[in-house]
């Protein structure tokens, strides 16, 4: 499981692309999507499923830097939207990102940012 979480920090990829991806991401659909995607009836784990978008993936991309006629764009959007996907049912939940209670109580208020900076 790890090593497919590492596998998808070392990708590198245009950035328009992920950040489409990200945006889309908030609106994927397990039952809806994957099964598109990957031409199954029922989905697959998280992890097998993603290894199988990994591969996909790597072969849209493939396309892309070869100039392939048979590249699309939204293919590629739809398949990194499902690996963002399918990677957040293997992460686990980080408690350090969220702060507790007190402590969101007790940290300084975020200055204005329409006030004018001195010179």
């Given at each position: ?60 991309n493939q396309q892309r830097l070869s100039g392939d006629a048979g ?49």
């Amino acid at each position: 499981m790890q090593d497919l979480l590492s596998r998808l920090k070392t990708l590198h990829r245009p950035r328009l692309l992920v950040r489409t991806a990200r945006i889309g991401a908030s609106s994927y659909s397990r039952e809806r999507d994957l099964r598109r995607i990957l031409g199954t009836e029922k989905p697959a784990r998280p992890a097998a499923a993603l290894m199988r978008l990994l591969d996909l993936e790597h072969e849209v991309n493939q396309q892309r830097l070869s100039g392939d006629a048979g590249y699309a764009i939204t293919r590629h959007v739809e398949v990194l939207i499902a690996m963002l996907g399918e990677s957040a049912y293997l992460s686990p939940p980080n408690s350090q990102d969220r702060p507790d209670e007190a402590t969101a109580q007790n940290t300084p208020p975020v200055p204005n940012e329409n006030r004018q900076r001195p010179l």
